[in-house]
Antibody
Framework: QLQLQESGLGLVKPPETLSVTCTVS??????????WTWVRRPPGKRLQWIGI???????YYNPSLESRLVMSVDTSKSQFSLNLNSLTAADTAIYYC??????????????WGQGIMVTVSS | EVVLTQSPGTLSLSPGERATLSCRAS???????LAWYQQKPGQAPRLLIY???SRATGIPDRFSGSGSGTDFTLTISRVEPEDFAVYYC?????????FGQGTKLEMK
């Protein structure tokens, strides 16, 4: 049974950098059919797709976040990570990691982690 | 980007009733790549439907999806007590992939 577990600091000061890591267990992070995904939900707002990374490190980012965003993968630790810099209060959200499967021309999220709440406040 | 609008915002039903949830897109969803997710409080979202009408593994057949282009529907033929939750649609046909704001299915 695949498990995804987010970890990271729950409180970050602006304009510092948010770092969240997702640990994958019960499945292989190196499966070439998978895209490792980040999604967030700010309080009272809809879910926002942040971006995806595969085991080789290929990435696709949401253009609205791309200038502040870096995703990485460490297959030796079965982890992938999200770094978002120049934080403001608008980045306060529940951050979810998820697994997406490759479909023709796209990727479909079929499994989600529980999420981690990150608050940006001084 | 593709904006998804879900209606109604809240749906109040009794167990055994039929639930019809709508998701409308601001432009045609490429390849009908439209998914539905269910989320209960404190839990991760769960994939119900993908490709507008295909049920995910292990999803009961009382859940069905339909629609194409810009109008999509999730139907629960007879609502069970465990179905009360929030439902989200998502389009994954055109990046950035986007989500609807959610419909809350609550017990009347």
């Amino acid at each position: 049974q695949l498990q995804l577990q987010e970890s990271g600091l729950g409180l970050v000061k602006p304009p510092e950098t948010l770092s969240v890591t997702c640990t994958v267990s019960g499945g292989s992070i190196s499966n070439g059919n998978y895209w490792w995904t980040w999604v967030r939900r700010p309080p009272g707002k809809r879910l926002q797709w942040i971006g995806i990374i595969n085991y080789r490190g290929a990435t696709y980012y949401n253009p609205s976040l791309e200038s502040r965003l870096v995703m990485s993968v460490d297959t030796s630790k079965s982890q992938f990570s999200l770094n978002l810099n120049s934080l403001t209060a608008a980045d306060t959200a529940i951050y979810y990691c998820a697994k997406a499967v490759q479909v023709t021309g796209s990727s479909l999220i079929d499994y989600w982690g529980q999420g981690i709440m990150v608050t940006v406040s001084s | 980007e593709v904006v998804l609008t879900q209606s109604p915002g809240t749906l109040s039903l009794s167990p055994g009733e039929r639930a019809t949830l709508s998701c409308r897109a601001s432009q045609s969803v490429a390849n009908n790549y439209l998914a539905w997710y269910q989320q209960k409080p404190g839990q991760a979202p769960r994939l119900l439907i993908y490709g507008a009408s295909s049920r995910a593994t292990g999803i009961p057949d009382r859940f069905s999806g339909s629609g194409s282009g810009t109008d999509f529907t999730l139907t629960i033929s007879r609502v069970e007590p465990e179905d009360f939750a929030v439902y989200y649609c998502q389009q994954y046909g055109r990046s950035p992939y986007t989500f609807g704001q959610g419909t809350k299915l609550e017990m009347k």
